[in-house]
Each structure stands twice: as C-alpha cells, then as structure tokens.
T-cell receptor, first 112, second 115 residues
Framework: DTEVTQTPKHLVMGMTNKKSLKCEQHMGHRAMYWYKQKAKKPPELMFVYSYEKLSINESVPSRFSPECPNSSLLNLHLHALQPEDSALYLC???????????FGQGTRLTVV | GESVGLHLPTLSVQEGDNSIINCAYSNSASDYFIWYKQESGKGPQFIIDIRSNMDKRQGQRVTVLLNKTVKHLSLQIAATQPGDSAVYFCAEGGYKTDSWGKFQFGAGTQVVVTP
C-alpha cells in the first residue's frame, strides 16, 4: 500500500465554521507534511511532523491547527478561515530522513 | 531569502525527443534536491532525488544533474512520451536540526508533449 488518503476531497466552508481535514497512510512513514497549493503555484510547506512531533511550523496562522494523533494519521483543524485560504491542501508522508515523499490527492477547500 | 526557481515556465517537446527542465537554487545548505511531477487534479509524484554530494543520478528514462558551482539542477527525460505531460517541480531541503524535513518547491515548469 503506497497510498496517502485525504478526506474529504472537496470542502466548502463558511468563515465562521470549524472543519477538519484528514490524512492517513499505512506505509509506516514517520514524517508527515501539510502543504497548501494555490492554482498554478508550487506547493507551500505549512507543517512537518517527525515521529508524531511538530518539527516545522512555517509561520502558519493559528486558524490552522495541525494534529498528529498517531503515526498513521494527520489532521488539519480549520477555524475562522478567510476566503484567501481557499486552496488545495496536500498531505504527504515519507520515511524519516528520506526525501521521497508520497502525496495524497489533496482536499480542495473553498471558503465562502 | 533563500529560494528555488525555474528558468522556463513552459516547455513544448515533440514526442520521442529528449526534454531538459532546469532549476536554479540559492540555498547551498540543502542536503537533497528532488524532482516531482504533478498531473492535473493529482498530488505531486516523486520522480528522483539527488544528494548534495553527488553530481549525477540516473533513473528509468530520467537523469538528474546537480551543478553546485552555479547552483543549478536539471532533469532530463529521455524519449518523451505523451504521459510525461505535466507540471514539473524541483524541491530542495534536508534534515538539519533547525529545518528537519523542510522541503520547499520551486515555481514549476509546464511540459507539453506534442505528437
């Protein structure tokens, strides 16, 4: 199984809503990542987890809250988002200290 | 600040020809340089990586070249096929204590394969 599964695939939320994005992998990877990608732009790193501990936070606003409850799961909790937060949110995983990352298909988020 | 970028936003290649995609980087402290392919509606797919202590690495139909003197990375695709049409990103990063797992992507090149 070399798959990273992200749910939901599409999400529309209001600026006062609270929602969560989920990411799951069963490859035994101990590094997991959240990226944000706008149309026709490269993915931008948001967070990195290493062995379930947050190792990188790229100065992401607090309305995005990551969580890694176990080695297979990664969540991104969303609260009070702005329309400019609309984007494709990508989750990835890799073996620790291995740059070969596996990406999910992403969650297409629209904030209205 | 440090950045990774690409010289060409779009590359049109005839089927069967070789493709060369270029990338300039500025962070000489990166341990790894990576190429990803992203097809429409999908997440990026790893193609190949090269460590900073190497200058060439070959995979299946692909070769990555690293020139640390001029901070330049390239991806060569042999005998380009229609399925190679996608956006190609270079990325750089590593596992130093204060930047563990910090991989940042360049701007991307759209490769269009024509019959």
């Amino acid at each position: 199984d070399t798959e990273v599964t992200q749910t939901p695939k599409h999400l529309v939320m209001g600026m006062t809503n609270k929602k969560s994005l989920k990411c799951e992998q069963h490859m035994g990877h101990r590094a997991m990542y959240w990226y944000k990608q706008k149309a026709k732009k490269p993915p931008e790193l948001m967070f990195v987890y290493s062995y379930e501990k947050l190792s990188i936070n790229e100065s992401v606003p607090s309305r995005f809250s990551p969580e890694c409850p176990n080695s297979s799961l990664l969540n991104l909790h969303l609260h009070a988002l702005q329309p400019e937060d609309s984007a494709l949110y990508l989750c990835a995983s890799s073996q620790a200290r291995n740059p070969e990352a596996f990406f999910g298909q992403g969650t297409r988020l629209t904030v209205v | 600040g440090e950045s990774v970028g690409l010289h060409l936003p779009t590359l049109s290649v005839q089927e069967g020809d070789n493709s060369i995609i270029n990338c300039a980087y500025s962070n000489s402290a990166s341990d790894y340089f990576i190429w990803y392919k992203q097809e429409s509606g999908k997440g990026p797919q790893f193609i190949i990586d090269i460590r900073s202590n190497m200058d060439k690495r070959q995979g299946q139909r692909v070769t990555v070249l690293l020139n640390k003197t001029v901070k330049h990375l390239s991806l060569q695709i042999a005998a380009t096929q229609p399925g190679d049409s996608a956006v190609y990103f270079c990325a750089e990063g590593g596992y130093k204590t204060d930047s563990w797992g910090k991989f940042q992507f360049g701007a991307g090149t759209q490769v269009v394969v024509t019959p």
